[in-house]
Protein backbone atom coordinates (compact mmCIF):
# COMPACT_ATOMS: atom_id res chain seq x y z
CA UNK A 1 0.00 0.00 0.00
CA UNK A 2 1.14 3.18 -0.74
CA UNK A 3 0.82 6.01 1.76
CA UNK A 4 1.38 9.28 2.65
CA UNK A 5 -0.01 12.13 4.85
CA UNK A 6 -0.32 15.17 2.60
CA UNK A 7 -1.27 18.77 4.20
CA UNK A 8 2.07 18.88 6.98
CA UNK A 9 -0.18 20.84 9.27
CA UNK A 10 -2.91 20.57 11.83
CA UNK A 11 -5.56 19.09 9.52
CA UNK A 12 -4.19 15.42 8.80
CA UNK A 13 -5.15 14.55 5.13
CA UNK A 14 -4.07 10.90 4.00
CA UNK A 15 -3.64 9.34 0.65
CA UNK A 16 -3.43 5.68 0.70
CA UNK A 17 -3.31 3.84 -2.86
CA UNK A 18 -3.31 0.42 -3.98
CA UNK A 19 0.45 -0.61 -5.46
CA UNK A 20 -1.20 -2.69 -8.33
CA UNK A 21 -3.96 -1.19 -9.34
CA UNK A 22 -2.64 2.84 -8.68
CA UNK A 23 -6.29 3.50 -7.54
CA UNK A 24 -6.26 5.73 -4.71
CA UNK A 25 -8.52 7.18 -1.65
CA UNK A 26 -7.54 10.74 0.08
CA UNK A 27 -9.40 10.67 3.71
CA UNK A 28 -10.57 14.12 5.17
CA UNK A 29 -9.24 16.41 2.15
CA UNK A 30 -9.24 19.82 2.57
CA UNK A 31 -10.10 22.47 -0.11
CA UNK A 32 -7.32 24.83 -0.16
CA UNK A 33 -5.15 22.34 -1.09
CA UNK A 34 -7.36 20.46 -4.02
CA UNK A 35 -3.78 21.46 -6.23
CA UNK A 36 -1.88 19.93 -4.43
CA UNK A 37 -3.91 16.44 -4.23
CA UNK A 38 -4.29 16.48 -7.93
CA UNK A 39 -0.40 17.07 -8.29
CA UNK A 40 0.27 14.19 -5.97
CA UNK A 41 -1.80 11.61 -7.90
CA UNK A 42 -0.23 12.48 -10.89
CA UNK A 43 3.23 12.61 -9.62
CA UNK A 44 2.26 9.20 -8.39
CA UNK A 45 0.25 7.90 -11.24
CA UNK A 46 -2.70 7.14 -9.03
CA UNK A 47 -6.41 7.55 -10.36
CA UNK A 48 -8.75 8.80 -7.32
CA UNK A 49 -11.37 6.28 -6.41
CA UNK A 50 -12.76 7.79 -3.76
CA UNK A 51 -12.56 10.40 -1.21
CA UNK A 52 -13.57 10.46 2.19
CA UNK A 53 -14.47 12.13 5.07
CA UNK A 54 -14.56 10.56 8.65
CA UNK A 55 -17.13 12.89 9.55
CA UNK A 56 -18.22 16.27 8.94
CA UNK A 57 -15.88 18.76 9.60
CA UNK A 58 -16.34 22.35 11.05
CA UNK A 59 -12.99 23.55 11.05
CA UNK A 60 -11.96 23.40 7.78
CA UNK A 61 -14.17 22.68 4.10
CA UNK A 62 -14.03 19.30 2.99
CA UNK A 63 -12.72 19.19 -0.68
CA UNK A 64 -14.64 15.79 -1.18
CA UNK A 65 -17.00 17.45 -3.32
CA UNK A 66 -14.26 19.42 -5.48
CA UNK A 67 -12.01 16.59 -6.19
CA UNK A 68 -15.27 14.37 -7.16
CA UNK A 69 -16.50 17.01 -9.61
CA UNK A 70 -13.01 17.15 -11.06
CA UNK A 71 -12.23 13.49 -11.59
CA UNK A 72 -15.41 11.59 -10.85
CA UNK A 73 -13.89 10.03 -8.01
CA UNK A 74 -16.87 8.44 -5.26
CA UNK A 75 -17.50 11.14 -2.11
CA UNK A 76 -17.70 7.73 0.84
CA UNK A 77 -19.50 8.81 4.10
CA UNK A 78 -21.50 7.25 6.87
CA UNK A 79 -24.97 7.18 6.41
CA UNK A 80 -25.75 9.52 9.32
CA UNK A 81 -23.80 12.25 7.54
CA UNK A 82 -26.05 15.50 6.68
CA UNK A 83 -24.96 16.35 3.31
CA UNK A 84 -26.38 15.83 -0.23
CA UNK A 85 -24.37 14.30 -3.51
CA UNK A 86 -22.45 11.70 -1.15
CA UNK A 87 -22.31 8.54 -3.32
CA UNK A 88 -22.13 5.70 -1.09
CA UNK A 89 -23.39 5.99 2.77
CA UNK A 90 -21.11 3.31 4.98
CA UNK A 91 -22.14 1.66 7.69
CA UNK A 92 -20.51 -0.04 10.78
CA UNK A 93 -18.68 -3.31 9.53
CA UNK A 94 -18.92 -2.21 5.82
CA UNK A 95 -16.03 -2.93 3.95
CA UNK A 96 -14.41 -1.23 0.66
CA UNK A 97 -11.78 -2.11 -1.50
CA UNK A 98 -9.44 0.59 -3.09
CA UNK A 99 -8.04 -2.04 -5.62
CA UNK A 100 -5.72 -4.67 -3.58
CA UNK A 101 -6.64 -2.22 -0.38
CA UNK A 102 -9.42 -2.86 1.71
CA UNK A 103 -10.75 -0.62 4.23
CA UNK A 104 -13.16 -1.40 6.63
CA UNK A 105 -15.73 0.93 8.25
CA UNK A 106 -15.67 1.09 12.38
CA UNK A 107 -19.13 3.42 13.33
CA UNK A 108 -17.59 5.38 16.24
CA UNK A 109 -19.72 8.36 17.09
CA UNK A 110 -19.66 10.91 19.54
CA UNK A 111 -17.91 14.09 18.12
CA UNK A 112 -19.88 14.09 15.62
CA UNK A 113 -23.02 11.62 15.08
CA UNK A 114 -21.71 10.71 11.44
CA UNK A 115 -18.09 10.01 12.77
CA UNK A 116 -16.13 6.57 11.59
CA UNK A 117 -12.68 5.29 11.56
CA UNK A 118 -11.10 3.06 8.45
CA UNK A 119 -9.56 0.59 9.53
CA UNK A 120 -7.39 -1.30 7.39
CA UNK A 121 -3.93 -3.73 8.05
CA UNK A 122 -1.62 -1.95 10.51
CA UNK A 123 -3.22 0.98 10.91
CA UNK A 124 -6.42 3.19 12.07
CA UNK A 125 -7.78 6.51 10.68
CA UNK A 126 -9.50 7.70 13.88
CA UNK A 127 -11.08 10.82 12.04
CA UNK A 128 -11.56 13.40 15.38
CA UNK A 129 -12.73 10.53 17.68
CA UNK A 130 -9.13 9.14 18.96
CA UNK A 131 -6.66 11.87 18.56
CA UNK A 132 -2.90 11.68 20.10
CA UNK A 133 -3.16 12.00 23.59
CA UNK A 134 -6.52 13.78 22.99
CA UNK A 135 -9.87 13.34 22.10
CA UNK A 136 -12.41 15.43 20.05
CA UNK A 137 -14.38 17.84 21.35
CA UNK A 138 -18.20 16.51 21.63
CA UNK A 139 -19.77 19.80 23.14
CA UNK A 140 -21.77 21.06 19.54
CA UNK A 141 -22.68 19.56 16.09
CA UNK A 142 -24.77 16.33 17.48
CA UNK A 143 -21.84 15.41 19.38
CA UNK A 144 -21.88 12.83 22.95
CA UNK A 145 -19.44 12.15 25.35
CA UNK A 146 -20.68 9.11 26.09
CA UNK A 147 -21.03 7.64 23.19
CA UNK A 148 -17.34 9.25 22.29
CA UNK A 149 -16.19 6.95 25.42
CA UNK A 150 -18.16 3.59 24.37
CA UNK A 151 -16.55 4.50 20.34
CA UNK A 152 -13.18 4.83 21.59
CA UNK A 153 -13.27 1.86 24.50
CA UNK A 154 -15.47 -0.58 22.90
CA UNK A 155 -14.21 0.05 19.30
CA UNK A 156 -11.10 1.45 18.98
CA UNK A 157 -9.25 0.03 21.70
CA UNK A 158 -10.30 -3.71 20.87
CA UNK A 159 -7.67 -2.88 17.73
CA UNK A 160 -4.49 -4.93 18.38
CA UNK A 161 -2.02 -3.26 21.08
CA UNK A 162 0.41 -2.30 18.27
CA UNK A 163 -2.07 -1.23 15.36
CA UNK A 164 -1.03 2.79 14.48
CA UNK A 165 -2.86 5.32 14.89
CA UNK A 166 -3.71 8.15 12.56
CA UNK A 167 -5.94 11.12 13.21
CA UNK A 168 -7.15 13.88 11.41
CA UNK A 169 -6.00 16.61 13.12
CA UNK A 170 -2.85 16.64 16.02
CA UNK A 171 -1.48 20.74 17.48
CA UNK A 172 1.48 19.66 18.66
CA UNK A 173 3.64 18.03 15.76
CA UNK A 174 2.79 14.41 16.40
CA UNK A 175 2.45 12.11 13.12
CA UNK A 176 1.00 8.98 14.32
CA UNK A 177 0.62 6.69 17.85
CA UNK A 178 -0.38 3.36 18.67
CA UNK A 179 -3.25 1.95 20.00
CA UNK A 180 -1.71 0.53 22.96
CA UNK A 181 0.08 4.27 23.56
CA UNK A 182 -3.50 5.55 23.62
CA UNK A 183 -4.52 2.91 25.81
CA UNK A 184 -1.91 4.00 28.46
CA UNK A 185 -1.40 7.45 27.89
CA UNK A 186 -4.09 9.36 26.07
CA UNK A 187 -4.96 11.49 29.43
CA UNK A 188 -8.53 12.02 28.51
CA UNK A 189 -9.42 8.27 28.75
CA UNK A 190 -6.64 6.21 30.94
CA UNK A 191 -7.84 5.32 33.84
CA UNK A 192 -11.34 7.26 33.22
CA UNK A 193 -14.99 5.86 33.96
CA UNK A 194 -17.61 6.79 31.27
CA UNK A 195 -19.32 9.01 33.97
CA UNK A 196 -16.05 10.74 34.60
CA UNK A 197 -15.25 11.00 30.91
CA UNK A 198 -18.43 12.79 30.35
CA UNK A 199 -17.89 15.13 32.78
CA UNK A 200 -14.32 16.12 31.76
CA UNK A 201 -15.59 16.38 28.34
CA UNK A 202 -18.72 18.70 29.49
CA UNK A 203 -16.84 21.25 31.24
CA UNK A 204 -13.88 21.56 28.62
CA UNK A 205 -15.22 25.36 28.16
CA UNK A 206 -13.56 25.66 24.59
CA UNK A 207 -14.67 28.68 22.91
CA UNK A 208 -16.70 27.70 20.04
CA UNK A 209 -15.65 27.68 16.16
CA UNK A 210 -16.13 30.83 14.93
CA UNK A 211 -16.61 29.46 11.29
CA UNK A 212 -20.02 27.95 11.85
CA UNK A 213 -21.50 29.70 8.79
CA UNK A 214 -18.19 29.78 6.60
CA UNK A 215 -17.38 26.02 7.43
CA UNK A 216 -19.76 23.49 9.04
CA UNK A 217 -23.18 24.81 7.96
CA UNK A 218 -21.38 24.75 3.98
CA UNK A 219 -20.17 21.06 4.61
CA UNK A 220 -23.61 19.94 6.07
CA UNK A 221 -25.11 20.86 2.71
CA UNK A 222 -22.34 21.00 0.26
CA UNK A 223 -23.26 24.52 -0.83
CA UNK A 224 -20.03 26.05 -2.53
CA UNK A 225 -21.65 29.55 -3.07
CA UNK A 226 -23.46 32.74 -1.22
CA UNK A 227 -26.73 31.84 -2.05
CA UNK A 228 -27.35 30.84 1.22
CA UNK A 229 -27.13 33.46 4.16
CA UNK A 230 -26.12 30.87 6.52
CA UNK A 231 -28.19 31.72 10.39
CA UNK A 232 -25.67 31.77 13.58
CA UNK A 233 -25.33 29.01 16.46
CA UNK A 234 -27.46 31.29 18.38
CA UNK A 235 -30.38 30.85 15.58
CA UNK A 236 -30.20 27.37 15.26
CA UNK A 237 -29.80 26.49 18.74
CA UNK A 238 -33.51 28.56 18.83
CA UNK A 239 -35.05 26.17 16.68
CA UNK A 240 -37.64 24.02 17.91
CA UNK A 241 -36.88 20.42 17.42
CA UNK A 242 -40.05 17.64 17.00
CA UNK A 243 -39.40 13.70 16.99
CA UNK A 244 -40.40 12.24 14.49
CA UNK A 245 -43.49 11.01 16.71
CA UNK A 246 -44.68 14.65 17.36
CA UNK A 247 -44.82 15.41 13.91
CA UNK A 248 -46.66 12.20 13.43
CA UNK A 249 -49.39 13.47 15.90
CA UNK A 250 -49.60 16.92 14.25
CA UNK A 251 -50.28 15.61 10.90
CA UNK A 252 -53.19 14.87 11.86
CA UNK A 253 -54.26 18.20 13.62
CA UNK A 254 -56.34 20.99 12.04
CA UNK A 255 -54.98 22.98 10.35
CA UNK A 256 -52.69 20.56 9.79
CA UNK A 257 -48.50 21.68 9.29
CA UNK A 258 -47.13 22.69 6.25
CA UNK A 259 -44.30 19.89 5.78
CA UNK A 260 -41.29 21.59 3.61
CA UNK A 261 -38.54 19.30 2.19
CA UNK A 262 -35.60 21.06 1.54
CA UNK A 263 -33.28 18.11 0.09
CA UNK A 264 -32.31 17.60 -3.56
CA UNK A 265 -34.75 16.15 -5.71
CA UNK A 266 -32.83 13.15 -6.03
CA UNK A 267 -33.15 12.75 -2.04
CA UNK A 268 -36.69 13.18 -2.08
CA UNK A 269 -37.17 10.24 -4.64
CA UNK A 270 -34.53 8.12 -3.28
CA UNK A 271 -34.06 5.25 -1.39
CA UNK A 272 -35.27 7.25 2.26
CA UNK A 273 -38.50 8.43 0.43
CA UNK A 274 -40.90 11.31 1.79
CA UNK A 275 -43.63 12.43 3.82
CA UNK A 276 -46.74 12.44 1.88
CA UNK A 277 -47.79 15.78 1.07
CA UNK A 278 -45.09 17.46 1.70
CA UNK A 279 -43.39 20.56 -0.40
CA UNK A 280 -40.18 19.95 -1.94
CA UNK A 281 -37.80 23.24 -2.13
CA UNK A 282 -34.41 22.83 -1.93
CA UNK A 283 -32.43 24.40 0.50
CA UNK A 284 -30.10 26.47 -2.01
CA UNK A 285 -33.40 27.72 -3.70
CA UNK A 286 -34.93 28.60 -0.51
CA UNK A 287 -33.82 32.29 -0.34
CA UNK A 288 -35.15 32.93 -3.84
CA UNK A 289 -38.47 30.62 -3.61
CA UNK A 290 -39.48 32.21 -0.31
CA UNK A 291 -42.93 33.81 -1.78
CA UNK A 292 -44.06 30.28 -2.50
CA UNK A 293 -44.49 30.79 1.04
CA UNK A 294 -46.05 33.96 1.76
CA UNK A 295 -49.27 32.40 2.58
CA UNK A 296 -48.26 30.47 4.78
CA UNK A 297 -46.50 33.19 7.12
CA UNK A 298 -49.18 32.05 10.16
CA UNK A 299 -49.18 28.26 9.16
CA UNK A 300 -46.88 26.18 11.52
CA UNK A 301 -44.08 25.39 9.19
CA UNK A 302 -42.11 21.71 9.66
CA UNK A 303 -38.41 21.41 7.88
CA UNK A 304 -37.51 18.10 6.62
CA UNK A 305 -33.87 16.59 5.62
CA UNK A 306 -31.94 14.02 5.55
CA UNK A 307 -30.30 14.25 9.20
CA UNK A 308 -32.33 17.25 10.21
CA UNK A 309 -29.17 19.60 10.30
CA UNK A 310 -30.04 21.27 6.74
CA UNK A 311 -33.50 22.11 7.53
CA UNK A 312 -32.23 23.43 11.07
CA UNK A 313 -30.85 26.00 8.70
CA UNK A 314 -33.90 26.19 6.54
CA UNK A 315 -36.07 26.66 10.04
CA UNK A 316 -33.40 29.19 11.12
CA UNK A 317 -33.74 31.14 8.07
CA UNK A 318 -37.79 31.25 7.71
CA UNK A 319 -37.83 32.43 10.76
CA UNK A 320 -35.57 35.24 10.66
CA UNK A 321 -37.46 35.96 7.45
CA UNK A 322 -40.72 36.64 10.10
CA UNK A 323 -42.30 33.25 9.85
CA UNK A 324 -44.00 32.80 13.17
CA UNK A 325 -43.82 28.83 13.77
CA UNK A 326 -41.19 26.93 12.23
CA UNK A 327 -40.20 23.55 13.48
CA UNK A 328 -37.98 20.88 12.51
CA UNK A 329 -38.32 17.19 12.36
CA UNK A 330 -35.45 15.95 14.83
CA UNK A 331 -33.21 13.34 12.94
CA UNK A 332 -34.76 14.16 9.25
CA UNK A 333 -35.95 11.10 7.53
CA UNK A 334 -33.37 8.53 8.34
CA UNK A 335 -34.94 8.99 12.05
CA UNK A 336 -38.46 9.06 10.74
CA UNK A 337 -37.24 5.77 8.34
CA UNK A 338 -35.44 4.20 11.55
CA UNK A 339 -39.03 4.55 13.54
CA UNK A 340 -40.70 2.98 10.35
CA UNK A 341 -43.20 5.54 10.01
CA UNK A 342 -45.03 6.03 6.46
CA UNK A 343 -43.28 7.04 3.45
CA UNK A 344 -44.03 7.55 -0.11
CA UNK A 345 -41.23 6.85 -2.67
CA UNK A 346 -41.14 8.48 -6.48
CA UNK A 347 -40.87 11.44 -8.05
CA UNK A 348 -41.97 14.82 -7.10
CA UNK A 349 -45.18 15.43 -9.06
CA UNK A 350 -44.81 18.34 -11.38
FE1 LIG B 1 -13.90 17.40 13.57
Not at 78 to 105: F, K, M, N, S
Not at 236 to 249: G, I
Not at 279 to 295: D, F, G, N, Q, W
Amino acid sequence: MLFRELNCGKCKTYLIACENTRKAALIDPIKEKVDRYLAMLGYYGCTLDAVIDTHTHADHRTASFELSGLTGAKVIMHRRAPAPHIDIHVEDGLRYAIGDVELQVLYTPGHTPDSMSLYTGDRVFTGDTLLIRGTGRSDFAGGDPGEEFDSITQKLFRLPDETLVFPAHDYRGNTHSTIGEEKRLNPRVSGRTREEYIELMNHLGLPLPDKIQEVLQPNESALDDDRIPFPSLAQLNQVRQLTPKEVQALLSASPSPLLLDVREPEEYAGELGHIAGCLLIPLKELPARTAELEKCKERHIIAICRAGVRSTTAAAILTGLGFEQVSNLKGGMLDWNDQNLPVERGKQRS
